[in-house]
């Protein structure tokens, strides 16, 4: 039927019986013509569909577009023409044959389908289509043989059909063309990334790649120069449809669980009851630890939600879990067809008589397997690595939005952290082992059976001689199975750890919600606040702290709660944020609120950011804040005012600028409730008035809203509207002022035992008079340094103000500042232009550049050990000598065959063959699992060092380093870094040494075989140097983007989760999420690009090798006269091993480079300066200090050589056992007093004697281990009560409860259920601070020093425990030397000596009795504070 269609033969397979083969014209001009046209037509509709489907706004016309349009209307026109031709020569009597016009009419349909289709790309980002790119590629090798056909019937001087030729050359031509031209990519506005435009070819080859890496090549790349993401690979996208999947696999988890729970409590209720018949006699304690234990094991294996995770990332992703697995199988399938083509072409090297085309087309079809193997192969990788970093984005997502509900976090000490450190190594090491054996196994089962089989083959049959065809066919089939089988220990290491990983993420993020059902909001309620029979709890499993509490609050009403330390203060605003457990009861709130916590939350960023925390600037409304928080004078000196960078959790501000930047927060959100818990605890009394005056009070700027105030302020109370007294987490009493004092209940008691103790502190505090002084001793001015990084050593309070009157108080600065501050705003751009000196404090991190340096490896290296990098170079050179000896054996063996036939083949020449191939690959297994076994204990050791390095030198750095350096930073390099170089690096070097001995091995067996291949060698050597040279640049510097994008991203967590309950009370959880998405997004994009770097070099690198294949075989078609079939084998089984192992080595060798910038990082911070030695050669006398002395002689402290002093001089001599107080404004060098004890900063001049040791001559372990400090700020650690109070174990648990009642614990304690093992959350979150603070006194009287230094310790607690804590210091600590740094002058005045500090001078210095008759700085602070002698503060 086609014969009759063509009028010609259409298929004689003598056509190919020739020297000169071709195929028959109709075959060329039907089936090769109709291919592309049936794949065009099949497909077109479905495409047209999808781009009306997903069709944007239409694209401006480009240069590209219009070349493409314009040859293919070429195209109809020369169609037309060839028709019209047709139809000309036709004279009717059916001499033309159908084929001539069917075509040309299929040709017209076509041109103007692709004419329609093209313009149809207008309405799409990217331009050109897949679908077409094939089309043309497809007519372009189709169209060759027509072409080639014709060429040689011109040249026979057959010119019959010269305009036809002519028209399908001119055709052929434009095909040609317009394919070139759909390689380019056309642009696009909307998106700055070429990969959202590039074309298929383009896509596939990642040639739109190319302008990064020129540009990585010329300067390293910056943030700004990586790409931003696809839209559809962005967080927020990824999140949405993860979560939607989740809900429904979730809930069949929970309801799986919920099964499994009922079927095991009708269990457990049976067992309970006949176990509890026969053990009446157990203990109630036995049975409620047992209970917990229970609790504990169960919750961890259990009671959560299993095998969802994995499903919903299927259901996710699964569009590119099939794309991949489509391409791994069409890869898989391709690998099979070379040792085929090995196979046929050895046939061909050994057949004389086989045409010579033959050979050239086993050639080709080994460079088009190969190339579609790598394009495959390498598009496979880009798909793997684009769902591991989806998959990684979404979880790290997931598990940001789970903490926004709850968390528990980890902290550990560095005897701990060494422990954990060293189990780790061990499980590596072991871990290690085992994969070097597996790897052994698995590295030599190949060369087994290759042994056994050619064994058993010419053993099984004496007429069996191994030639080349079989031996080398072989090979190459056993190496396809090297590969896969040294991946496969790392497969089942990777599923260990993924399913670990899955179980506890399952638990995480499957775990039940914080339920906050309870807080009901109504917006039509005339309460502002409605507790009804609320009782909550902190855990389920915990008795209620908070107990049937009925309050109603009315709206514009300011309520004051008080009670004792531990009473319920802070876990009734918890409750009514919704932190806690419901037990029953619901609480009623109306409107929004703002919350200033006990605790001040503060954020790395500008002062400004801090309080505006998201909102719009209004600068009226932001000035009156300033104002009435008492900012100004901190802006007045703070360098860029409120433009000055705070550091992370406000490190370098005082606890009072801290508290007041919090209130000011909460003060400039316009919400309707205004929760504040104890904001007035870290102020000095002159503060608290001002902020409770403009802030809180009955004419403050939160008038008319409503308030809920926690205070130990006993002299703020009377101008409350009502007062609500807590005890034991249940209300006592409530009242106004006067109707409480009337009823001479619990809080009148409270506030006749408090006016005892402070005398007439209340009356005089309220006074509006006393903002104005004579003395000078009104808000100071801080001396600020030339750069915010002198203020770093500093902890929380130790900023230095400078008393200078004519600031002080003058109402023109004020307004001078109010003014300038304005201005500032208006003026952005100058601001943008220069930063203030000192204005930035957090130093950007730094990102090396260029070449890793030398220095680098070679401390990588001494880490391993230098005997054992010998050991390991050695035997696997033995193991690169061995594999070539195994090659140029078996190329002997198979040479054989040419000299024996299979009757006279010797057995012992048989036997020796067999033996020495097997001993040879033995040799190799051996030497390999040595290297392997030598290289796993040296890169553990190497580990261990850099991480004992990097950890002791980090706690030896000095506060500096903490204050500009954010905790995600120093996380990063323990985490990101150190898991590079325990698991990533090690394997990159081993693999880098083995392929480049392979790689030197397999060259030097081709150019021994085939010298002529060192032509080929040498310009492709260049090649790959080149290749290198681009990528291993642009490479290096994304891995570093990398890791430095990554630190933000822990900074930003960790400082979520310490800020928890402010971002809920305000509702601020979607600007969090999108911040910590907008951070993932950036890692994203750089660790994306560092991907497509990697395929981008795999795919030129794989072309390479194929082109190294493709001239190998070549050569062996030039030269078949000259080579045997054996070393044809020989030549391309090794050929074909080198694709892969060359693209392996440049993949190492940027590894290698890439990696080692782990170890670079790590090297930076163990080379940060330290502070002074801990222990020096001269030791302090045993028993030192035995008296308790100190003596200042001029001491002098600066916190950085450039800067001004911030101690001038102090001189006094602190006698044995003498209690101390020390006051002065806040800022005056109270805490840098505290410093200079401690060491935190060193002398700039004179010196510290205790006992008649100087100091500065000890090292610092011996100098703080005999010191007790009671920080400001209560410092616990996760962990049980005990370890909170004896960390080292030193103490028996009577002196531990003993210490516990006299810090008046015992009793709260006691009632825990664990009592001493009661499990303390990190930071000790769930205690009260007043309780944290009780803790670190029960420390101190454990640890019992001659010296005792209280930094306003009792701050945070009420003034009756205040009491209570001064008494016991008096009793326990009298043989002790104390020295007190005090707000509150009441806790100092029964000291023997009070210090007046002022602008980092003595002052004053005397007994209080002295002080007060002086009319000094002292006597004004105490009449300011309603005291007129030491007696009216006592009891």
């Known amino acids: 039927m086609l014969e009759k269609f063509c009028n010609s033969t259409f298929w004689n397979s003598s056509f190919l019986d020739s020297p000169e083969a071709d195929l028959p014209l109709c ?433 099984v049959n004496s007429n069996n001689v191994l030639d080349a065809e079989k031996a080398f066919t072989s090979i190459t089939l056993f190496n396809i199975l090297r590969f896969p089988l040294s991946m496969f220990p790392m497969v089942i290491t990777s599923m260990l750890q993924a399913s670990v990983s899955t179980e506890r993420l399952e638990k995480y993020l499957g775990g039940d919600e914080l339920d906050t059902s309870a807080i009901r909001h109504e917006y039509n309620f005339e309460k502002a606040v409605q507790f009804s029979e609320a009782s909550f709890t902190w855990d389920r499993d915990l008795e209620a702290t908070i107990r049937d509490v009925n309050l109603d609050i009315m709206p514009g009403q300011l309520v004051a709660v008080v009670g004792t330390v531990g009473s319920g203060k802070s876990s009734l605003v918890s409750a009514m944020l919704g932190e806690m457990e419901n037990v029953h009861g619901h609480i009623t709130i109306k409107g929004t609120i703002a919350y200033v916590p006990q605790q001040s939350w503060i954020q790395n960023g500008t002062l400004k950011d801090n309080i505006l925390f998201g909102s719009e600037l209004d600068e009226k409304k932001y000035q009156q804040v300033l104002e009435a928080c008492a900012l100004l004078p901190d802006l007045e000196v703070l360098p860029g005012g409120d433009l000055a960078e705070i550091g992370e959790k406000g490190i370098n501000l005082s606890g009072g600028q801290k508290q007041r930047i919090s209130l000011a927060r909460a003060t400039y959100q316009n919400s309707d409730i205004y929760v504040l818990d104890d904001p007035l605890s870290a102020v000095d009394a002159h503060v608290g008035k001002h902020i409770f005056n403009k802030v809180l009070g009955p004419n403050g700027l939160l008038k008319g809203k409503t308030r809920l105030l926690i205070t130990h302020s006993i002299h703020f109370l009377p101008q409350v509207d009502e007062i609500v007294v807590l005890g034991n987490g249940t209300i006592l009493e409530k009242g106004s002022y006067s109707t409480l004092l009337a009823k001479k209940g619990l809080f009148a008691k409270i506030l006749k035992t408090s006016k005892k103790q402070t005398g007439l502190e209340g009356e005089a505090t309220v006074n509006e008079d006393s903002e104005e002084d004579d003395c000078g001793l009104m808000p100071s001015v801080e001396e600020i340094p030339e750069e915010v990084a002198s203020l770093t050593m500093r902890r929380e309070n130790s900023l230095h103000r400078t008393l200078s009157h004519s600031s002080r108080s003058s109402s023109r600065h004020r307004k001078s500042l109010k003014k300038s501050l304005k201005t500032r705003n208006v003026n952005t751009l100058k601001e943008e232009e220069e930063l203030v000196k000192g204005q930035k404090l957090i130093k950007k991190e730094f990102i090396h550049t260029g070449k890793v340096k030398l220095s680098i490896y070679l401390k990588y290296l001494r880490a391993m050990g230098l005997c054992l990098i010998f050991f390991i170079i050695l035997a696997y050179v033995i193991n690169a000598v061995a594999y070539i000896g195994s090659n140029l054996w078996l190329s002997a063996w198979t040479n054989d065959s040419k000299t024996y036939n299979g009757t006279n083949y010797p057995a012992s020449q048989r036997d020796l063959r067999a033996g020495v191939y097997g001993a040879l690959g033995l040799v190799q297994g051996v030497f390999v699992l040595l290297g392997n076994l030598c290289s796993i204990r040296a890169s553990t050791h190497a580990s261990n060092i850099l991480h004992k390095q990097l950890l002791t030198n980090i706690l030896r750095a000095p506060m500096s380093f903490f204050d500009t350096t954010p905790t995600g930073r120093i996380v990063n390099r323990f985490a990101g870094d150190i898991s590079t170089v325990d698991d990533t690096l090690p394997l990159s070097l081993r693999s880098w040494i083995l392929c480049f001995l392979g790689i030197i091995s397999t060259l030097v067996m081709i150019c021994t075989a085939t010298p002529i291949f060192i032509i080929v060698i040498i310009p492709l050597g260049i090649i790959y140097t080149f290749v ?36 809920r009370a305000f509702e601020h959880q979607q600007r969090f999420l999108k911040h910590n998405e907008v951070g993932i997004d950036t890692n994203q994009k750089c660790v994306f690009s560092w991907i497509v770097s990697n395929r981008w070099l795999a795919v030129r690198l794989e072309l390479i090798g194929n082109l190294i294949v493709f001239l190998a075989s070549t050569m062996m078609v030039i030269y078949r006269d000259t080579l045997s079939g054996d070393t044809a084998g020989f030549v391309l089984s090794n050929a074909l091993n080198i694709t892969q192992t060359l693209n392996w080595l440049v993949r190492m060798t940027s590894e290698v480079e890439t990696n080692i910038v782990a170890v670079e990082r790590i090297n930076e911070y163990i080379k940060v300066e330290n502070e002074a030695p801990w222990v020096t050669d001269k030791r302090p006398p045993p028993g030192w200090p035995s008296k308790g002395e100190i003596q200042f002689n ?236 030491v007696n009216s503060t006592s009891l």
């Not at 304690?1309 to 009260?1328: C, F, I, P, R, Y």
């Open 27 to 459: 075959f060329e001009q039907t089936v090769l013509v109709w291919i592309p046209l049936g794949f065009l037509w099949l497909l077109a509709p479905w495409q047209l569909l999808h781009v009306y489907r997903t069709k944007i706004n239409r694209s401006s016309i480009t240069k590209l577009y219009l070349a493409k349009q314009v040859l293919v209307g070429f195209l109809l026109i020369l169609t037309a023409i060839e028709l019209v031709l047709v139809l000309t020569e036709d004279s009717g009597q059916a001499t033309v044959p159908a084929i001539r016009y069917t075509n040309p009419s299929l040709y017209l349909g076509t041109w103007l389908l692709v004419l329609l289709f093209q313009h149809s790309r207008l309405w799409c980002v990217q331009k050109d289509s897949w679908f077409l790119s094939l089309f043309w590629i497809l007519s372009v090798l189709c169209g060759v043989f027509q072409f080639q056909t014709l060429i040689r019937t011109l040249l026979k001087g057959n010119n019959s059909n010269l305009a036809y030729s002519c028209l399908f050359f001119i055709c052929y031509a434009l095909n040609v063309l317009i394919l070139i031209l759909s390689a380019f990519s056309e642009k696009d506005d909307s998106s700055n990334n070429p990969s959202f435009t590039a074309s298929f070819l383009s896509s596939i080859t990642f040639s739109w790649y190319n302008s990064i890496v020129l540009k990585g090549y010329k300067q390293p790349l910056t943030l700004e120069d990586v790409w931003d993401l696809d839209e559809k690979i962005k967080t927020k996208t990824l999140v949405s449809k993860f979560e939607k999947c989740m809900a429904g696999e979730l809930q069949k988890a929970r309801k799986a669980v919920q099964r499994r729970q009922r079927g095991r409590a009708q269990g457990n209720s049976r067992d309970r009851l006949h176990g509890l018949n026969k053990n009446q006699s157990q203990s109630q304690d036995i049975l409620v630890l047992e209970d917990v234990k229970k609790k504990e094991k169960s919750g961890t294996t259990e009671n959560f939600p299993k095998a969802w995770l994995v499903k919903t990332l299927f259901k996710t992703f699964y569009v590119l879990l099939l794309k991949s697995f489509l391409l791994k199988l069409m890869h898989d399938l391709l690998m099979f067809l070379n040792p085929q083509l090995l196979k046929l072409l050895i046939s061909f090297a050994n057949n004389r008589d086989a045409y010579v085309w033959v050979g050239y087309l086993y050639s080709v079809l080994f460079f088009v397997v190969a190339l579609i193997q790598s394009l495959c192969l390498q598009n496979y990788f880009q798909l793997c690595f684009m769902l591991g970093t989806s998959v990684r984005a979404t979880i790290m997502a997931s598990v940001y939005k789970k903490i926004l509900k709850y968390f528990a976090w980890e902290p550990s000490f560095k005897k701990q952290v060494h422990e954990l450190r060293k189990k780790e190594l061990k499980n590596l090491l072991t871990l290690g082992q085992m994969q070097t054996i597996m790897t052994f196994l698995l590295y030599i089962s190949p060369v087994l059976v290759s042994v056994v089989t050619f064994s058993v083959y010419i053993l």
């Open 1194 to 1429: 001029n001491y002098q402290l600066r916190y950085r050589p450039e800067l001004d002093l911030i101690l001038k001089g102090i001189t006094c001599d602190i006698k044995s056992m003498e209690k101390v107080g020390v006051v002065g404004r806040t800022g005056a060098g109270k805490s840098s007093l505290t410093n200079a004890l401690f060491r935190i900063l060193e002398a700039a001049g004179g010196q510290i004697i205790i006992d008649g040791v100087d100091i500065a001559s000890i090292g610092l372990h011996d100098l703080r281990e005999k010191l007790t400090i009671i920080p400001q700020d209560p410092i616990l650690f996760s962990g049980s009560l005990r370890m909170n109070l004896d960390p080292f174990n030193n103490h028996s648990d009577e002196e531990i409860w003993k210490a516990l009642e006299l810090a008046h614990l015992k009793s709260f304690v006691a009632g825990l259920q664990l009592g001493l093992s009661h499990k303390v959350t990190e930071a000790g979150d769930n205690l009260s601070i007043g309780q944290r603070q009780l803790l670190c006194l029960a420390r101190a009287l454990l640890r019992k020093s001659k010296i005792l230094i209280m930094d306003e310790a009792t701050a945070a607690v009420d003034i009756e425990t205040d009491h209570l804590i001064q008494t016991t210091i008096q009793k326990e600590f009298s043989h002790c030397t104390t020295i007190t740094i005090a707000h509150r002058l009441h806790t100092i005045m029964d000291s023997d000596k009070i210090m007046v500090l002022d602008n980092g001078k003595i002052v004053e210095y005397g007994t209080p009795n002295e002080l007060l008759k002086n009319s000094g700085p002292f006597c004004l602070m105490a009449k300011e504070a309603g005291i007129e002698n």
């Open 1028 to 1063: 290198q040279m681009f990528y291993v640049a642009t490479s290096r510097q994304l891995k570093r983007l990398d890791s430095v994008t990554r630190s933000p991203i822990y900074s930003h967590f960790s400082e979520t989760v310490s800020g928890l309950s402010v971002i």
